[in-house]
């Protein structure tokens, strides 16, 4: 039988077992054992934290907008019923994220611009692997509101709606 390895207490913790690292700063935490953190690496990781809430609100605004490209811009029928359901589950996670960080409302411009750049991107490659001849919006048609609250998906401003839009 093998005994399983315990890393090292302290820093060197935190590189080989970050679980075992975390339940130890937990408890030196609990016992106000202060002298005993790793003060560095607790500063990281709580400004990690911050940077993963917004990372994951990012990610579901590019969803939304990148399934929202696709509504709207291409003229397959199948996939639509998907992409409609994938829309509303995103909008209701980026809701949730709002609801549970409301100081990721300060951030949301920025997180929206970027979700937009990589969204418009990702939708031209979706495209182009289905030889769909589609012109992408430099700008997003769309407002934040429109993203995270709007009803039915409907087509950018100025644009025809397709013969799938219906569906």
Request: hydrophobic share 40%; with cysteine.
């Amino acid at each position: 039988m093998v005994a399983e390895r315990r890393p090292a207490s302290g820093s060197g913790l935190y590189d080989d077992d970050i679980l075992l690292w975390s339940a130890e700063q937990a408890a030196h935490l609990r016992a106000r054992r202060f002298d005993r953190l790793d003060i560095a690496h607790l500063i990281e990781e709580i400004e990690d934290l911050g940077a993963s809430q917004k990372r994951a609100l990012e990610a579901h605004l590019y969803n939304i907008l990148r399934h929202m490209l696709k509504l709207t811009l291409s003229p397959s029928g199948e996939p639509r019923k998907h992409w409609k359901s994938e829309v509303s589950a995103f909008r209701i996670a980026a809701r949730r994220d709002l609801r549970r960080t409301p100081s990721l409302k300060h951030h949301i411009d920025k997180l929206f611009e970027n979700a937009w750049e990589d969204a418009r991107d990702a939708a031209i490659a979706d495209f182009a692997a289905f030889d769909e001849a589609v012109a992408v919006p430099e700008t997003c048609p769309w407002t934040l509101e429109d993203v995270l609250n709007g009803g039915e998906i409907s087509t950018p401003a100025g644009k025809p709606p397709s013969n799938h839009e219906q569906t």
